[in-house]
């Protein structure tokens, strides 16, 4: 028997909630600024030059208006996620 995405979506839901009131998980905050490109290296395993491709490439969205390379958190969380 195989379960459809929403029903794993539930049980993964319920299993991080029982740990959590167990004391066995904790989900920190989700994070509101955006990634430098060292910070997004750490995150995402991947080198300097692959992060400035896949920025370049727009996978990664920069932040509009500044010098440094900055990376918004919802474009990261989407390629996390498996968004092409």
């Keep these: ?24 998980a904790v989900v920190g905050p989700d994070r509101s600024r955006p990634f430098g490109v060292a910070e997004l290296m750490e ?4 080198s300097d030059s692959a992060v400035r491709r896949m920025v370049e490439a727009g996978v990664f969205s920069r ?6 390379v900055l990376v ?4 990261v969380r989407r390629w996390q996620g ?3």
């Design 63 to 68: 932040v509009a208006h500044t010098a440094k």
């Design 72 to 75: 918004t958190v919802e474009s």
């Design 82 to 84: 498996g968004a092409k």
């Design 1 to 24: 028997m195989m379960l459809g995405a929403d029903a794993v979506e539930v049980i993964a839901a319920a299993v991080v909630a029982d740990m959590e009131a167990r004391g066995l």
């Design 43 to 46: 995150e995402t395993m991947l």
